[in-house]
């Protein structure tokens, strides 16, 4: 779909990857104001390729393309989580940095939501399993069934968090109730 469609009819293509160096998942969703719907959703199978660089270049390369065949308005990450293991964790900022780079050479907007968040975003629960991520999604999105690798769901789950947060990233020490709600979404108010 051409941006020029899109902005015509208030559309908004979302596309939500859940960082990964041996499998990266990506989700596209499709929103029509408060309604949305599922693209596509699939991984990237990176454990095939030998070194960490090569990996870097795959991921790059496929997340330009999925931008380029699908012309996303915004790009939602996982933020990596903290573990025991600093190469890892290394490894991961970087495959998640390449993905960022990879959207903003196409100029597009990226935000990164923690895993907690984005697991309370789609189940109500920050500590759901990725099993009842997925299962909610099937509810959500239609899905017909869910894929064997849950690295998939889990980027659709960012997709979907990223537009219920309209984009806007969770501050603390914001102020917070009705009054807050208002002033931030004046558009929701009838008159």
């Given at each position: 779909?051409?941006?020029?469609?899109?902005?015509?009819?208030?559309?908004?293509?979302?596309l939500?990857i859940?960082?990964g160096?041996?499998?990266?998942?990506?989700?596209l969703?499709?929103v029509?104001?408060?309604?949305?719907?599922?693209?596509q959703?699939?991984v990237?199978?990176?454990?095939?390729?030998?070194?960490?660089?090569?990996?870097?270049?795959?991921?790059?390369?496929?997340?330009?393309?999925?931008?380029?065949e699908?012309?996303?308005?915004?790009?939602?990450?996982?933020?990596p989580f903290?573990?025991?293991?600093?190469?890892?964790?290394?490894?991961?900022?970087r495959?998640?940095?390449?993905?960022?780079?990879?959207?903003?050479?196409?100029?597009i907007?990226?935000?990164?939501?923690?895993?907690?968040?984005?697991k309370?975003?789609?189940?109500?629960?920050?500590?759901?399993?990725?099993?009842?991520?997925?299962e909610?999604?099937?509810?959500?999105l239609?899905?017909?069934e869910?894929?064997?690798?849950?690295?998939?769901?889990?980027?659709?789950?960012?997709?979907?968090?990223?537009?219920?947060?309209?984009g806007?990233?969770?501050?603390?020490?914001r102020s917070?109730?009705?009054?807050?709600?208002?002033?931030?979404?004046?558009?929701?108010?009838?008159?």
């Amino acid at each position: 779909m051409s941006k020029e469609g899109k902005k015509a009819t208030k559309e908004k293509i979302i596309l939500g990857i859940d960082p990964g160096t041996n499998i990266m998942g990506y989700g596209l969703i499709l929103v029509e104001g408060n309604k949305y719907s599922l693209i596509q959703f699939g991984v990237i199978h990176l454990k095939k390729y030998s070194g960490h660089e090569l990996k870097l270049k795959k991921i790059f390369e496929r997340i330009t393309g999925l931008i380029d065949e699908y012309h996303p308005d915004a790009v939602a990450l996982e933020a990596p989580f903290y573990g025991e293991n600093v190469q890892s964790m290394l490894k991961l900022g970087r495959a998640q940095g390449v993905a960022m780079a990879a959207a903003l050479a196409r100029e597009i907007p990226i935000a990164e939501y923690s895993p907690k968040k984005v697991k309370q975003s789609v189940t109500g629960n920050g500590n759901s399993s990725k099993e009842q991520v997925a299962e909610m999604l099937k509810t959500l999105l239609h899905i017909k069934e869910i894929p064997k690798l849950l690295d998939a769901t889990d980027a659709l789950a960012v997709a979907l968090c990223h537009h219920f947060h309209d984009g806007r990233l969770q501050t603390r020490g914001r102020s917070a109730g009705w009054k807050a709600f208002l002033e931030e979404n004046p558009n929701r108010i009838k008159g």
